[in-house]
């Protein structure tokens, strides 16, 4: 089955990086539009980044555009999501997520396939 993994949460202060991963089985990354989404408790999960497959477009969400980029190692199966200038609002539980659907990038439901999250946490 499809088995997607993440990586590289942690606790940082605000301005600093991270780069998290999503290790995909099951399926080649390159076959599929991925995304990653966040999600702290109380609110709902909200579109971060999104790339296609085929043409490698991307989309970012305005809060994170210019600071975050999402990017594929396809000999490693795996999808990255490069985190700078981070700050406290970031704060949340990252999942990476699959879809064979085009367009609707921001729209979770369109997504069959997701990891269990990997936590993040910037500190002021």
């Known amino acids: 089955g499809q088995v997607l993994v993440e990586s590289g949460g942690g606790s940082v202060q605000a301005g600093g990086t991270l780069r998290l991963s999503c290790a995909v089985s099951?399926?080649?990354?390159?076959?599929?539009?991925m995304a990653w989404f966040r999600q702290t408790p109380g609110k709902e999960r909200e579109w971060v980044a999104s790339?296609?497959?085929?043409?490698?477009?991307?989309y970012y969400a305005d809060s994170v555009k210019g600071r975050f980029t999402i990017s594929r190692d396809n000999a490693k199966n795996t999808v990255f999501l490069h985190m700078n200038d981070l700050k406290p609002d970031d704060t949340a539980i990252y999942s990476c997520?699959?879809?064979?659907?085009?367009?609707?990038?921001?729209?979770?439901?369109?997504?069959?396939?997701w990891g269990q999250g990997t936590q993040v946490t910037v500190s002021s």
């Open positions: 997520a699959a879809t064979g659907a085009w367009g609707f990038w921001n729209q979770a439901q369109k997504y069959p396939y």
């Open positions: 099951g399926f080649n990354v390159s076959s599929k539009h």
């Open positions: 790339l296609t497959s085929g043409r490698d477009l991307t």
